[in-house]
C-alpha cells in the first residue's frame, strides 16, 4: 500500500469511527452528514467519496460489526466437540451480540426503514449469503457425522436463519436473561427437527 492509500485508509478509519460514536449516541435517522461532518473535520465530498451515503457508511459499520462476530466465534469454535454444542454456542453468542452491541438500536432502526437503495439491498443481501453459508456448513458438518439425520442442508439453513432473526426481531421486548433463553429454545425446537433419534 502506497502513501496515498494509507492516507485514504486512514481517512475512511477515521470517518467510520467517528460516525459509529454518532449513530450509538444518536441513533441511525437523528444522524446526519453534518454531524458526521461535524465530528470528523472531514468535508461532506470526502465522506461521500469514501462511503457514497449515510446509508453507505452504516452498512459499513454492521460488516464490520459482522466480521467481529465471525472472528469471536473462529476464536471459540475450538471449544465445542459436536455441532450441537456449536448450535447452541452460535445461539447464545447471538443473544450476547443483540443485546450488547452499541449499534443494535440503530441497526434496528436502519433495517426498518422502508426507503432502500439497491446498493443497500444488494450488500444486505450478500451479508444474508454470509449468513446462510455458515449456517450450511455446520448443519452439513452434523449431517456428515451421523449426529443429524440427512436432509438438506442448503434448505435448513435458510430455515435455521429465518428462526435466529425471528428470535432477534422478538427479543427486542424480552429481559436479557430471557432473550438467553429464547435462542436456546430456538436451537433446541430446531434440533428436534433435524438430530437424529
Known sequence: ????????EQTKKKIAVAARAL?????????SIEDIVGATGSSKGNIYYHFKSKEGLFLFLIEEWDREWEL?????EHLYNTTTEKLYAVAEQLATDDLNHPLTKAADEFFHNEEKTSEVESRMAEMNAKHLAFNQKL?????????FKPGDAERLAVVLEAIFFGANHLSRSLAPDKTTILYRDAVTVFLNGVAEE
Open 139 to 147: 448443519l452439513q458438518e452434523g449431517i456428515e457425522s451421523g449426529e
Open 23 to 31: 449513530f450509538v449516541q444518536k441513533g441511525y435517522k437523528a444522524t
Open 1 to 8: 500500500m502506497n502513501q496515498k492509500q494509507l492516507q485514504s
Open 72 to 76: 469471536n466465534w473462529e476464536q471459540s
